[in-house]
């Protein structure tokens, strides 16, 4: 796509960052909670330039870095103890249980299927009548979305061997809680894009309001995550706190209202466990009973131990800003890239993983 | 949880009702993405596609506009740094 090469121009984002810092007048804390965007900074170096003045600390951005330990708990009892075929994206594989990830449980011969697509775990269970399928999901409303759709288009069709396991939260409302709850020290905060395509930028304005503080929208091109910090510490130098949107080719005020819709027919509000962080209050969707009949958890009843997160990660400080990956113990130690114990470093766009892998490749060099 | 792409709507299917795809073109290559969520769209329109579903129409306008404005924020921060006279 054409117009995606000015958003891919390091050099310019180079040239944007030192902007950035050279505007930046005060000392500013700012979180990003927009998932991999920091992990990209690390990757493109963009970090570096503006470290001087600018102090970027990871939110809780993530999607599967915050799904809750029982989902992959619930869906590794389904696999490996109903003996149901579990589909799901490679990377929600990597998302460490309490003891075991999906990927691991496919070596000791569970049905695993990694897919490409939610489009792809719908054509399996099509494909394949004699299997049932339990699609595996979790994110915020750009995915929720998707399993509402998937649903949908799995109702119409009839399918009686698809269901779904998902933890979809609610972006907004839960990181409204975790500011509310962990009373966080931040000046400003870059808002995920993707998930404010779905959503609209409602949600980020209270969040704006009620904590006086500026939030940038963005797109996750290198470009587009410079000129959010940009955007965010003119406003920060001027005294703003409004929400700009930087990524308006993908995030319209309103939201994708279809979109909207579709969450609203299949979910119902509901308290969420955020992993590291704990529960939440509204924070999250589970099924309504119109959809009883695809929630795997109830069709199956599947069973699963308390869930247990590792003693030694500390994700939920990494990712309310309070600690930084290389200020865990077991940083580089007991967690690498190689054997991870936490979902943040077990995760490719996790900020242990960017952090750790980083600084592998500057030991190599 | 999958990745987000943007992509380029080549055709969409003459079906209606829910699980309506199109061909879009990532890079070149064109895979089948649902775009119940986005029913306006149409052949020639740029799509972010997630998990095979199309989450919006990208706004050609707004992508030139913003990428503009970033372009005027390098320039300016150069000539301001004598690089650009």
């Known amino acids: ?365 | 949880m999958f990745s987000t792409f943007p992509g380029h709507i080549k055709f969409t299917d003459e079906k209606t009702g829910a699980g309506r795809m199109a061909g879009v073109s990532f890079g070149g290559t064109v895979k089948r993405i649902c775009i119940d969520l986005i029913p306006e769209a149409e052949a020639g329109d740029y799509i972010l596609s997630r998990a095979g579903f199309a989450l919006c129409v990208i706004d050609k306008e707004e992508s030139k506009r913003t990428a503009a404005a970033a372009k005027e924020i390098e320039i300016k921060f150069r000539t301001e740094n004598g690089e650009i006279l």
């Not at chain 1, 708990?73 to 999906?102: F, Q, W, Y």
């Not at chain 1, 119409?156 to 009373?183: D, I, P």
């Not at chain 1, 209202?257 to 209050?281: F, Q, S």
């Open chain 1, 1 to 365: 796509m054409n117009f995606l090469h000015d958003y891919r121009d390091i050099d310019r984002a180079r040239t944007i960052a030192a902007a950035a810092a050279s505007r930046s007048k005060h000392s500013w804390k700012i979180m990003d909670a927009s998932g991999s965007h920091a992990a990209n900074l690390i990757k493109f170096g963009l970090d570096k330039i503006i470290s001087e003045r600018i102090n970027i600390v990871y939110g809780p951005g993530s999607p599967l870095c915050m799904a809750p330990v029982e989902v992959i708990d619930k869906a590794i009892s389904a696999a490996s103890e109903n003996h149901l075929t579990v589909a799901a994206a490679e990377e929600m594989t990597l998302v460490p249980g309490s003891r075991h990830n999906l990927k691991s449980m496919k070596y000791t011969g569970c049905d695993i299927e990694t897919v490409a697509s939610a489009v792809e775990a719908l054509q399996l269970a099509e494909k394949e009548p004699q299997k049932k399928i339990i699609f595996l999901n979790a994110g915020f409303e750009n995915d929720a979305a998707v399993t509402a759709c998937v649903l949908q288009i799995a109702e119409e069709r009839e399918l009686k061997n698809f269901t779904v396991l998902c933890s979809h939260l609610r972006y907004s409302a839960g990181l409204s809680e975790v500011m509310r709850k962990k009373r966080l020290e931040i000046h400003g905060i870059i808002a995920n894009g993707d998930v404010s395509a779905v959503t609209g930028t409602a949600g980020l304005k209270r969040i704006a309001s009620d904590y006086r503080i500026p939030v940038v929208i963005s797109g996750s091109e290198p470009v587009d995550m410079v000129h959010a910090i940009y955007l965010l510490i003119m406003q920060l130098e001027e005294g703003g706190c409004d929400v700009v949107n930087q990524y308006s080719r993908c995030v319209k005020e309103e939201g994708n209202k279809k979109a909207a819709e579709a969450i609203d027919k299949v979910y119902a509000v509901t308290d969420m466990n955020w992993r590291g962080i704990g529960r939440l209050p509204a924070s999250g969707y589970s099924l309504k009973q119109d959809f009883g009949r695809y929630d795997a958890e109830k069709v199956f009843k599947l069973k699963y131990t308390l869930p247990e997160e590792s003693i030694f990660c500390i994700a939920g400080k990494i990712h309310t800003g309070t600690k930084r990956p290389e200020e865990c113990t077991a940083f580089g130690k007991l967690c690498t890239f190689e054997h991870p114990i936490g979902a943040p470093m077990a995760l490719p766009d996790g900020a242990c993983a960017a952090v750790y892998n980083f600084l592998s490749r500057k030991k190599n060099n």
